[in-house]
């Protein structure tokens, strides 16, 4: 064959190979950004994560200093008694309240019920169980019914009801209700159907007394619409409810303290675009939802004791011209939430968030165009990345493609710092993050000669990709930063010393050794699935948190389960397959204490008795949210106090032989804070 034959077929092997390389990078681009669109759990669940990280990554900022929160806390309940007061001295505090010059007060709370402490209803008790009349003759008939003198308070002033909406997964109470609906007028672009609605439909609703909501001026919904994961990140400012538009309560007070009561409703092809109220301009989504720019951790308002004010031992400039919140932070009484900034937040707080984002005017939003510009960037990702590998080299793509990452997720907090816009870089980093390693694969299965360098190709690959899964885990707890170096090294000397022992050599060979190296870091990628709430709890979990804490095992899994169902072809990847084993049975127990399946002895897979040990050592010798660390002696000693229960007999012994091994390991790659 001549020079120009042989010339010509290595052309043409190659303009195929780098077209079949460009087809599948086109259809998983496509697939992907598919996905973007209609992402399933997991997915959704890291990208509300790493918008966490971007929200926690903003300067704290300072507030309007006009929301006041006046606090039914511990204090008060324990001068003036428990919960629920008589309405008279909520009636008193409102008052106070008001002759202190407050704009407007809203109530975080709800009067679905006549007030059993009136003397009217314990005279007539009275008189039906004792037949004793007259009892309460000479009060004053205002003083007889405190829910009748806790409505003229309420009508003397700018003072905002609370309720709370019931959707058609909630038992309906079937009941009137008196409620405030809002005056509203609808823009519509052209091509919106008339009268569509996308807001919120509640089917019905727990309201206050007929005679207190008719008294109060104004009224507002407390409600709040968590995300999949538990996180308030968003709150609804208008719901329907029987054809009629009704604000929240934030939005309520704001109105009020402005003396505005017409909203108007912008609406495009896609469903509400935006809300007016005066002079501002509300960025929603569809439904109504407003993004919160939390301030920061910890209370970031005004807090006023409520038994200071009914006392008087308060400065009335802190409630003159103010929006105050009426709510409570006691123990048992309020709603905790969970926010991006704070695993417990009260709900007032929260409610005092959104009201100082309205008056600051400094929204976060997701315009109408976010999600098709995040579809083309997907789709450029991908194709780029394809066009990459066809023409060059992998180390010289992971370098274009680590800057374009790196740039990529710069723009996206410079745009949500400076312009509020919440622009996701997530699927466009997933998309590269999949192309590369999965192209890479691809490309040097076909057209590598040296087996040795596509081998190490590979192992780049597949070490991002690892590293990447392993690091958005680890996002969700800052205090286990060595904890992935540690645990694969750890995993690996282990593997190494069992090996010595003729009952496991043929099983731990060099190359499976390796593998265990490499999927070690994957053991908690299923701590994405669980609440930060009970993530980050500092104290003891109950019972019922540690139950779902348990499911991280199987979040696992299944991650890695459809991972390997979607890109896998049908075929089994040993990687895989090292790693499912490894995040499900990680805590599984050599006597059968242990979980999800509660296997025994070495019903457990080898791979498990061993990641049991480094896990329970990295954790004794680590700091937590939750424990100080201890030594590692103390470890050694816990760890050998349940050999034979715990852990595998013969895993303990070969520990013991290399535990100066793990000491060494454990300072070189100590925590910063360690």
């Given at each position: 064959m001549s020079l120009e034959a042989v010339q010509k077929t290595f052309l043409t092997k190659s303009g195929n190979s780098q077209r079949w390389i460009l087809g599948i990078g086109l259809v998983l681009s496509m697939t992907l950004a598919i996905l973007s669109i209609f992402p399933p759990y997991f997915f959704r669940t890291v990208d509300q994560k790493l918008y966490d990280a971007r929200l926690r990554s903003l300067p704290k900022g300072s507030t309007s200093n006009l929301p006041v929160i006046v606090d039914i806390d511990e204090k008060s309940l324990s001068l003036l008694g428990q919960w629920p007061w008589p309405r008279y001295r909520l009636a008193l505090l409102l008052e106070e309240i008001r002759r202190a010059g407050a704009l407007s007060t809203g109530l975080d709370m709800v009067f679905p019920e006549e007030d059993r402490t009136s003397l009217r209803i314990l005279q007539r008790d009275l008189e039906r169980a004792f037949n004793i009349?007259?009892?309460?003759?000479?009060?004053?008939?205002?003083?007889?019914?405190?829910?009748?003198f806790f409505a003229q308070i309420l009508s003397r002033g700018p003072f905002i009801l609370g309720f709370k909406f019931l959707f058609p997964n909630e038992k309906p109470l079937h009941r009137p209700c008196w409620l405030h609906s809002l005056p509203i007028v609808r823009l519509e672009k052209p091509g919106v159907a008339p009268g569509k609605s996308t807001l919120f439909q509640a089917k019905d609703v727990v309201c206050n007394l007929e005679v207190l909501a008719k008294a109060s001026p104004a009224s507002g919904f407390f409600n709040m619409i968590q995300d999949i994961d538990g996180t308030i990140r968003r709150i609804p400012l208008v719901i329907e409810y029987n054809g009629q538009v009704y604000p929240s309560l934030a939005l309520a007070a704001f109105s009020q303290a402005l003396g505005?009561?017409?909203?108007?409703?912008?609406?495009?092809?896609?469903?509400?675009e935006s809300i007016r109220l005066g002079e501002t301009l509300i960025p929603v989504d569809a439904q109504g939802n407003m993004l919160i720019r939390f301030r920061g951790p910890g209370k970031n308002f005004t807090y006023l004791s409520a038994v200071d004010i009914l006392q008087g031992r308060f400065s009335k400039e802190k409630l003159k011209g103010k929006?105050?919140?009426?709510?409570?932070?006691?123990?048992?009484?309020?709603?905790?939430?969970?926010?991006?900034?704070?695993?417990?937040?009260?709900?007032?707080?929260?409610?005092?968030?959104?009201?100082?984002?309205?008056?600051?005017?400094?929204?976060?939003?997701?315009?109408?165009?976010?999600?098709?510009?995040?579809f083309l960037l997907v789709l450029t990702s991908g194709v780029g990345t394809s066009l990459l590998l066809a023409w060059t080299g992998a180390v010289w793509s992971l370098i274009f493609l680590a800057f374009f990452s790196f740039g990529l997720w710069q723009i996206s907090a410079w745009l949500l710092q400076l312009k509020g816009i919440d622009l996701s870089p997530f699927f466009p980093l997933v998309t590269i993050g999949i192309l590369y390693s999965l192209l890479t694969v691809l490309k040097y299965w076909r057209e590598e000669n040296s087996l040795k360098k596509r081998t190490r190709e590979l192992a780049q690959a597949q070490d991002f990709t690892i590293l990447c899964l392993a690091a958005l885990a680890e996002t969700r707890d800052s205090e286990t930063g060595g904890h992935i170096f540690r645990s694969r090294r750890f995993v690996q000397v282990l593997a190494k010393q069992l090996a010595t022992r003729s009952k496991y050599a043929k099983i731990l060979t060099p190359e499976t050794i390796d593998m265990l190296y490499k999927t070690a870091p994957l053991h908690d990628i299923g701590k994405v699935g669980v609440h930060d709430a009970i993530l980050l709890k500092p104290g003891r979990l109950t019972e019922e948190e540690f139950q779902e804490m348990k499911k991280h095992t199987v979040y696992g899994r299944q991650a890695l389960q459809s991972a390997e169902d979607r890109f896998g072809g049908g075929l089994k990847n040993p990687f895989l397959e090292y790693g499912k084993e490894i995040a499900y049975t990680h805590h599984e127990k050599w006597d059968g204490t242990g979980y999800p399946d509660g296997l025994q002895g070495e019903q457990i897979p080898l791979v498990g008795r061993i990641m049991a040990i480094v896990d329970v050592y990295d954790a004794l010798i680590s700091k937590r949210v939750y424990k100080k660390p201890i030594t590692h002696e103390e470890a050694l000693s816990i760890i050998v106090g349940q050999k034979g229960t715990l852990f595998d007999p013969d895993v303990v012994e070969s520990f013991l032989e290399i535990h100066e091994e793990f000491k060494k390991l454990s300072i070189e790659f100590a925590d910063h804070e360690d």
């Open positions: 009349r007259g009892v309460f003759n000479k009060v004053p008939n205002q003083l007889l019914d405190n829910d009748s505005q009561q017409q909203i108007l409703l912008q609406v495009n092809e896609n469903g509400l929006i105050v919140l009426l709510g409570t932070t006691a123990v048992g009484l309020g709603e905790p939430r969970s926010t991006p900034l704070e695993s417990v937040l009260p709900g007032v707080e929260i409610h005092a968030a959104v009201l100082d984002n309205l008056l600051r005017k400094d929204f976060l939003s997701r315009p109408s165009w976010v999600p098709g510009l995040e």
